[in-house]
């Protein structure tokens, strides 16, 4: 078997274009892997199996589970500008700057303390750098389309602030309020284990911070229609 790791928000896309919707991640979803899987079955004649052991899950359920692995915090670099063509821009470390750090910044943060978060991004933390925040609204529907970059979509760009700032329950919700039914485990949730107590903000972060995630649940509610 040929076995990928792509979770169940890939399928979603970033813009629509005369009514066609455009996936950067298109080959990492659903439509792709239901198509390849029956090609290859077709043409080995069963030999192989082609699926993603991620597809029931969301993006915020991997990152929980990632949360507990704290051998690997320190390993595991997500920005692409590993993977600049020049190598004179390539980096060996967080840029700290761009959407897919300020995704995984995000998508982490109801989970893994600020300090923790501060030293995998050393020291340049997006979401301790207000600058960046057109590009936390545009993951979070706020402004332009979903980033062509591989990142989550907006309900669990959402679900992930909610939990940030201890509005699990919905707009104005309390931490111990329950969770948000997005936040649920299993394929059709984007959770994943554990209770209300572990999507509680950590009250150690720097206020810069707070401010700013603040800020973005505030105009995500006013977009809800929640205030």
């Given at each position: 078997a040929v076995v990928m790791s792509n979770e169940r928000s890939a399928s979603a896309g970033n813009v629509s274009v005369d009514g066609a919707e455009v996936n950067h991640q298109w080959s990492k979803g659903w439509e792709f892997e239901e198509s390849f899987s029956t090609l290859v079955a077709g043409t080995l004649e069963g030999a192989v199996r082609y699926f993603s052991l991620l597809r029931p899950f969301s993006e915020l359920w991997v990152a929980r589970q990632f949360a507990g692995m704290t051998d690997y915090h320190r390993e595991f670099q997500s920005c692409n500008r590993a993977f600049a063509?020049?190598?004179?821009?390539?980096?060996?470390?967080?840029?700290?700057?761009?959407?897919?750090?300020?995704?995984?910044?995000?998508?982490?943060?109801?989970?893994?303390?600020?300090?923790?978060?501060s030293a995998i991004f050393s020291g340049n933390e997006p979401l301790a750098n207000p600058a960046l925040i057109e590009q936390f609204r545009a993951l979070l529907g706020l402004g332009g389309h979903k980033p062509f970059e591989c990142v989550g979509d907006v309900a669990e760009c959402r679900a992930a602030l909610q939990a940030a700032t201890g509005r699990v329950g919905g707009p104005g919700g309390a931490p111990d309020e329950g969770r948000d039914k997005g936040l649920d485990e299993g394929p059709g949730g984007t959770g994943g284990t554990g209770g209300a107590a572990a999507l509680r903000p950590d009250p150690g972060r720097p206020p810069s911070r707070r401010l700013l995630l603040d800020k973005l649940a505030g105009e995500v509610e006013a977009a809800q229609g929640g205030v």
């Amino acid at each position: 078997a040929v076995v990928m790791s792509n979770e169940r928000s890939a399928s979603a896309g970033n813009v629509s274009v005369d009514g066609a919707e455009v996936n950067h991640q298109w080959s990492k979803g659903w439509e792709f892997e239901e198509s390849f899987s029956t090609l290859v079955a077709g043409t080995l004649e069963g030999a192989v199996r082609y699926f993603s052991l991620l597809r029931p899950f969301s993006e915020l359920w991997v990152a929980r589970q990632f949360a507990g692995m704290t051998d690997y915090h320190r390993e595991f670099q997500s920005c692409n500008r590993a993977f600049a063509v020049d190598p004179a821009r390539r980096l060996d470390r967080w840029c700290g700057t761009c959407d897919k750090c300020c995704f995984v910044d995000l998508v982490l943060a109801p989970f893994v303390a600020a300090e923790e978060l501060s030293a995998i991004f050393s020291g340049n933390e997006p979401l301790a750098n207000p600058a960046l925040i057109e590009q936390f609204r545009a993951l979070l529907g706020l402004g332009g389309h979903k980033p062509f970059e591989c990142v989550g979509d907006v309900a669990e760009c959402r679900a992930a602030l909610q939990a940030a700032t201890g509005r699990v329950g919905g707009p104005g919700g309390a931490p111990d309020e329950g969770r948000d039914k997005g936040l649920d485990e299993g394929p059709g949730g984007t959770g994943g284990t554990g209770g209300a107590a572990a999507l509680r903000p950590d009250p150690g972060r720097p206020p810069s911070r707070r401010l700013l995630l603040d800020k973005l649940a505030g105009e995500v509610e006013a977009a809800q229609g929640g205030v």
